[in-house]
């Protein structure tokens, strides 16, 4: 599968601190919601992305942050030849 990367964001959680957006496309929302589906996950709100930045930084430092990135530097699209579930042994809180 072949992803393409949209803007750099930030938001207001650790695991979202600074963000690339992932261009939604059928395959993904197809792939997600298979993974979901095996493991008994329930339906709910899909952002996919590539995280930077995991932090609890003041949003004024996010925003500089994702402001700084340059996304000519970075790839705009990628090659996922394998997907991997990892179970992290606990549930992830903010």
Known sequence: MEVTFGEVRCSTTTHQCVFRLVDPSLA???LYASARDALGLPEGAYNPHLSLVYS???F???LALADAV???ALPEEVALP????VE???PVTE
């Open 28 to 30: 993904l929302f197809e």
């Open 56 to 58: 609890d930084i003041a």
């Open 60 to 62: 004024v430092k996010r």
């Open 70 to 72: 340059d996304v000519d």
């Open 82 to 85: 394998t997907l991997a579930l």
């Open 88 to 90: 992290t042994g606990c």
